[in-house]
């Protein structure tokens, strides 16, 4: 079956880091666009980092030099590493499959169940 | 960075009525538009991609129109399961921005 599992969110103070995973099966995360978005309480949905097939990576300026994506590709994971964190951060972050082959890439066709960080004192 | 305006914020319309949601880009995108509706504490799920195809397993009453700048999904006979909020969103480019949202309801 074709999924994604996220985990690592939870409570953390202002300031801190925090490590998000998203585990996929019945795909290979490096053949693919995968990218993080999230979703603060009772607001739209935002993006917020892309990693690329080919490894290259951009970030919503809200979290630019904050937070970094990454993958495993042994483990087949992605992982959303965030730093300096504020309230602002607060939300529910979702990993998103874009679908690549062959020069022809789509939309967030496989979204994970999210994990909710709450970035408070 | 290019920018997603949805129109309206917010709708009430009977069932079985047309509704139509627009989606303007601040620049062009071709047909890299996708939309996805999001049901009340559950995660999104993609409607229609390339501007006008529909995903696997989405009902026919849902389609997609346009290119360039503007492009619109139209519910053709709204049903009580279509409430939901509707996010429309460009993914030829990184920033993958998303539009604020249509909330869609019944009256």
């Known amino acids: 079956e074709v999924q994604l599992v996220e985990s690592g969110g939870g409570l953390i103070q202002p300031g801190g880091s925090l490590r998000l995973s998203c585990a996929a099966s019945?795909?290979?995360?490096?053949?693919?666009?995968m990218s993080w978005v999230r979703q603060a309480p009772g607001k739209g949905l935002e993006w917020v980092s892309v990693?690329?097939?080919?490894?290259?990576?951009y970030y919503a300026d809200s979290v630019k030099g904050r937070f970094t994506i990454s993958r495993d590709i042994s483990k087949n994971t992605l992982y959303l590493q965030m730093n300096s964190l504020r309230a602002e951060d607060t939300a529910v972050y979702y990993c998103?499959?874009?679908?690549?082959?062959?020069?022809?890439?789509?939309?967030?066709?496989?979204w994970g169940q999210g994990t909710m960080v709450t970035v408070s004192s | 960075d290019i920018l997603m305006t949805q129109s309206p914020s917010s709708l009430s319309a009977s069932v079985g009525d047309r509704v139509t949601i627009t989606c303007r880009a601040s620049?062009?995108?071709?047909?890299?538009l996708a939309w996805y509706q999001q049901k009340p504490g559950k995660v999104p799920k993609l409607l229609i991609y390339a501007a006008s195809t529909l995903q696997s397993g989405v009902p026919s009453r849902f389609s997609g129109t346009g290119s360039g700048t503007d492009f619109a999904l139209t519910i053709s006979n709204l049903q009580p399961e279509d409430v939901a909020t509707y996010y429309c969103q460009k993914y030829n480019s990184a920033p993958l921005t998303f539009g604020g949202g249509t909330k869609v309801e019944i009256k």
């Open positions: 019945g795909f290979t995360v490096s053949s693919n666009y």
């Open positions: 990693v690329y097939s080919g490894g290259s990576t």
């Open positions: 620049q062009g995108i071709s047909s890299y």
């Open positions: 998103a499959r874009e679908p690549y082959s062959g020069g022809w890439y789509g939309a967030f066709d496989i």
